[in-house]
């Protein structure tokens, strides 16, 4: 099956920082990728919708200034949290499909991002 | 805006069955999916129902009525590994492909 590589796996930072997550489909290519967010024992919040050599597509309430969203090959998209506080503490996660699996949705291990 | 709703919680003893439900809200539904989750890990892949019906996938099964905007995953022969959430997620038409996600299901199977 395909695979989504994300990284790092948890990163722990102090506020302030600025903290880059990349997403790299493996095996396929990606035009487009999603970012989720999850809060603990929570649903998975769709951030934005990353487009390959375009913008991405934030969802209403997700500041673009500061989850600032690269897509610049068809295998890799970033996710950059920048100055970065307590409350953005959460898990991040990356998923794409391929162009044959359909409606199934790939995702990345995730990122457990804690901010001191 | 898309809404769904589904358990908050649900306990099974291994080898029986559970159904767990989920009901929507959105305009322009394209198909409803089940992704599973394991503490600490990524969603992966389950079902898809895009049209009305039964999706039988070994011990996992998915139902959807489209008039009803219901649909369910069944889930034969539980198994302790099957310990899990379990989400619900709408495709709606017009967009990029992504998925709403419901609250999700806390699973706990006992022995």
């Known amino acids: 099956g395909a695979v989504v590589s994300q990284h790092p796996s948890w990163v722990i930072c102090k506020s302030g920082t600025s903290v880059k997550i990349e997403c790299r489909s493996l095996d396929f290519q990606a035009t487009t990728m999603f970012w989720y967010r999850q809060f603990p024992k929570q649903s998975l919040m769709l951030m934005a919708t990353?487009?390959?050599?375009?913008?991405?597509?934030?969802e209403q309430g997700v500041e673009k200034d500061k989850f600032l969203i690269n897509h610049a090959s068809l295998t890799l998209s970033t996710l950059t949290v920048t100055s970065a506080h307590p409350e953005d503490s959460s898990f991040y996660i990356c998923?794409?499909?391929?162009?044959?699996?359909?409606?199934?949705?790939?995702f990345g291990s995730g990122t457990q991002l804690s901010v001191l | 805006g898309q809404s769904l709703e589904q358990p908050s919680e649900v306990t099974a003893v291994e080898g029986a069955i559970v159904q767990i439900n989920c009901t929507y809200q959105?305009?322009?539904?394209?198909?409803l999916s089940w992704y599973q989750q394991h503490d600490g890990g990524a969603p992966t892949f389950l079902s898809y129902?895009?049209?009305?019906g039964l999706e039988e996938t070994g011990r996992f099964s998915s139902f959807l009525s489209r008039s009803d905007s219901y649909g369910y995953l069944l889930l034969q022969e539980l198994q302790m590994k099957d310990s899990a959430s379990y989400f619900c997620?709408?495709?709606?038409?017009?967009?990029?492909?992504?998925?709403?996600f419901g609250s999700g299901t806390q699973l706990t199977v006992l022995p």
């Open positions: 990353s487009n390959e050599g375009s913008k991405a597509t934030y």
């Open positions: 959105t305009s322009g539904f394209y198909g």
């Open positions: 129902n895009g049209l009305d």
């Open positions: 997620a709408v495709r709606v038409t017009g967009t990029a492909r992504q998925l709403t």
């Open positions: 998923s794409a499909r391929t162009g044959t699996g359909g409606e199934k949705l790939f």
